[in-house]
């Protein structure tokens, strides 16, 4: 999983995903391991993102247990069974804060930037 998680922060530096934090879950009520948490800056690029994000599941031989098809929306989600995926628009991200809820989620390096 590690080296899933290590790819998939790769996509998300090169496509320019703002702030990409990934969160432990596993020892939280959750049932999934990760949770991956990113902004993007238009509504296009949350749609790029997605899109991408959505090839590369498929491609790792990911689970693809659901994502959201539409546009338009402060949050989408892209369920991947150990990793859940949260791409929001700025105002999204701040409203809901999934970060501060799951405050004692550790927090993963991922890519040392």
Request: aromatic content about 10%; overall charge negative.
């Amino acid at each position: 999983m590690e080296r899933i998680l290590k790819d998939l922060f790769e996509i998300l530096e090169e496509m320019e995903a703002v702030d990409p934090v990934a969160l432990d879950m596993s020892q939280t009520p959750i049932p999934t391991s990760y949770f991956v948490i990113m902004t993007a800056n238009s509504s296009i690029h949350m749609k790029s993102l997605r899109d991408r994000i959505v090839s590369f599941i498929k491609s790792s031989k990911l689970p693809l247990i659901y994502y959201d098809k539409g546009e338009g929306y402060d949050w989408m989600l892209i369920d991947a069974g150990d990793i859940v995926i949260h791409i929001f628009t700025e105002r999204g991200r701040n409203f809901y804060d999934l970060e501060g809820l799951w405050i004692d989620a550790k927090r993963l390096e991922i890519l040392s930037r």
